[in-house]
């Protein structure tokens, strides 16, 4: 096979069948079987680069390429090593070189072309499987470019453009990103996993999840939040707050199960609605309070009920009783401001007292009735005094 181009012409293989394979290779050429190009040159090697070898930092190879080729505007170099350097193969045309040398090293290159046009520089592989084995995988890709289109373009001549991603990943089936004895690491300035149907993450251990260092912001916006765990454990420095107009419900069946709330500060419960505390079982209502225990109600009643049992008051103090005696706004009228009903018993009422008995009533008529006896004894003087006092 035959190749021709400037003032070079140069043979590869054995020639095409039928008439070119015994030709006899021209000056400059290497023959039927060779696997190597050669220039077609008069005399000498390939010339130097105009600028000389550099041999300080070994930035270019001392040795002189032994067999070059070029074709059009694509150029072939083939050395071997010298001084401990690598020897190679390299094809390339300025914006694409393919590279291989000594050490089992392969480099493909590729970049824009001289007009900067979109979608020019780009090194495609198609197969039916592409399978990689290797010992260290390194991906660096530098991030989308700025780029100008052409005249011919629809858009305005030299108006910039960018591409849209640095790495695109595309997957019309399973995708599965696996390491093993490590770990996986993900960086980036924002990060979105978008799941259409189920986002799952598992962990032998642990997840952790940290925002900020200490003033970052985790939000969470969904319809049903459900947690099942054995132990919850929250530590909040600031505070917490609870919005909106739904059922907050807590049901713990475990036996010995109890909530426990310490505050060094205040505990403010504020109910537009019902208020209802129920212990039905065996359960006990205990307050106690370091000062003050204040019970008030706007507008109503107020109630105390022992069904069963009894109902027991110690003051060490004094206890003063104000019953004005006000009706309220459409309740039915009692004719006593103070009503007592007692129960059956030996005695239905029992005052007992230490000192003195007073009971001062400023107008109005007094009544004292009993089916029974009633039987006054006075240690000392006992004084009546009356307008009018009958004595039946």
């Known amino acids: 096979m035959t190749f021709r181009g400037n003032d070079r012409e140069w043979v590869h293989g054995g020639g095409r069948p039928g008439g070119r394979a015994g030709r006899t290779p021209r000056n400059g050429t290497t023959g039927q079987n060779a696997r190597t190009f050669h220039p077609k040159q008069t005399s000498g090697p390939a010339a130097e680069p105009t600028g000389g070898r550099q041999t300080k930092d070994g930035a270019v190879c001392e040795s002189t390429p032994n067999n070059f080729l070029t074709y059009a505007d694509w150029m072939g170099l083939c050395w071997m090593g010298e001084n ?103 960086k980036g300035d924002n990060i979105v996993i978008n799941a259409v149907k189920t986002l799952t993450l598992k962990a032998g251990e642990a997840i952790n999840i940290e925002c900020g260092d200490g003033n970052g912001k985790t939000s969470l916006h969904t319809g049903d939040y459900n947690i099942n765990t054995a132990f919850i454990n929250e530590t909040v420095t600031g505070g917490k707050h609870t919005d909106g107009s739904g059922e907050v419900c807590t049901n713990q069946l475990l036996p010995g199960s109890k909530i426990t709330s310490c505050s060094s500060g205040s505990h403010n419960h504020v109910m537009l609605g019902n208020y209802s505390m129920g212990l039905p ?108 006092i009958f004595l039946n």
């Open 84 to 186: 401990g350097q690598p020897g190679g193969y390299l094809i390339g045309d300025g914006s694409k070189t393919f590279l291989m040398d000594s050490l089992n090293n392969i480099t493909f290159a590729t970049g824009r072309v001289s007009d900067g046009s979109p979608g020019s520089g780009v090194f495609t592989t198609t197969s039916a499987d592409h399978i990689v084995k290797t010992g260290t995988y390194h991906l660096h890709a530098k991030g989308p470019q700025d780029s100008t289109r052409k005249a011919s373009d629809k858009a305005k001549s030299g108006e910039n453009t960018k591409d849209k991603s640095a790495i695109s990943l595309y997957g019309e089936g399973e995708i599965a990103i696996e390491s093993t004895g490590d770990d996986v690491g993900i």
């Open 281 to 388: 079982l065996k359960g006990h209502y205990n307050v106690d309070a370091g000062t003050n225990i204040n019970f008030q109600t706007r507008v109503g009643g107020f109630g105390f009920r022992a069904l069963i049992g009894d109902w027991k008051e110690q003051i060490n103090g004094q206890k003063v009783n104000r019953i004005m005696g006000i009706p309220v706004k459409g309740s039915k009228p009692n004719p006593g401001a103070w009503t007592i009903h007692a129960g059956p018993g030996k005695a239905s009422v029992i005052i007992t007292g230490t000192n003195s008995f007073w009971s001062t009533f400023g107008v109005g008529v007094s009544f004292l009735t009993t089916a029974g006896l009633v039987t006054v004894n006075v240690g000392g003087i006992l004084s009546i005094t009356g307008t009018t």
